[in-house]
């Protein structure tokens, strides 16, 4: 089974500082996916970033980090120059059971909830 | 990305009605999914399917049923809705984006059964 870990219920930022939200992931997999997702007040769900667990390289999406490290099992998310907008939950997943015709399932944390300090 | 439309928003209804959670995509994506949040909480997957005439319960046990017989198109239905119904649902598709499958969500229903 997979299991996401979010340690930080709240974080506090002031704006135009990075902020780096923690994510520990637990698998058995060999191949698997994390994903950062964003849920403002409003309920949606917005696709910030992927990492492979093959990719070498850490992913990057403008102001958005992933810093990934493997033996650690961490995939933590890293937020550059932070502005007001970015106040939300943030919720870090999983890819879990790849069962049949290409499906997968997402395993979440509870998510961290980042607010910005003007 | 994905073009994932909800509706309604935001429903409030007695206990004991049926109601239809809406849930369209434009994108022609074949794996479609809803999930159950509570407030501040995770989400957990409640239904899934593969592509039409597909459907599977998710990991988090629910009265709800799903239906799939558009590619476009998955509705949830509850026959009888409780108090213990009242939650945020997403749907949710998925489709290849470079070299990982990503889902996308749609932005959510949420209801309150009184």
């Known amino acids: 089974a997979q299991k996401i870990t979010q340690t930080q219920p709240g974080m506090f930022v002031q704006e135009k500082e990075a902020v780096t939200l923690d994510c520990t992931y637990d698998t058995s997999d060999q191949s698997y996916g994390l994903f950062w997702y964003k849920q403002p007040s409003s309920g949606e769900m917005i696709f910030l970033i992927y990492q492979g667990s093959y990719d070498e390289q850490n992913a990057t999406e403008g102001r958005y980090s992933l810093n990934f490290q493997k033996a650690r099992k961490s995939a933590n998310l890293v937020i550059s120059a932070s502005q007001l907008g970015d106040s939300a939950m943030y919720f870090c997943?999983?890819?879990?059971?790849?069962?049949?015709?290409?499906?997968?399932?997402?395993?979440f944390g509870k998510g961290t909830k980042l607010s910005v300090i003007p | 990305e994905a073009d994932i439309y909800q509706t309604p928003r935001y429903l409030v209804i007695g206990t004991g009605k049926k109601i239809t959670l809406e849930c369209s995509q434009t994108m022609g994506h074949d794996k479609m999914y809803w999930y159950q949040q509570d407030p501040g909480m995770e989400l957990h997957l409640i239904h899934y399917?593969?592509?039409?005439?597909?459907?599977e319960k998710g990991d988090l046990s629910s009265e709800s049923t799903v239906s799939r017989i558009r590619t476009e198109h998955f509705p949830l239905t509850l026959e009888s809705a409780r108090p213990s119904h009242t939650s945020q649902y997403l749907c949710a598709s998925s489709g290849i984006t470079g070299l990982q499958e990503t889902q996308y969500f749609g932005p959510g229903t949420r209801l309150l059964v009184l």
């Open positions: 997943a999983m890819r879990g059971i790849y069962s049949g015709a290409g499906s997968y399932q997402l395993t």
């Open positions: 399917s593969y592509g039409v005439n597909s459907t």
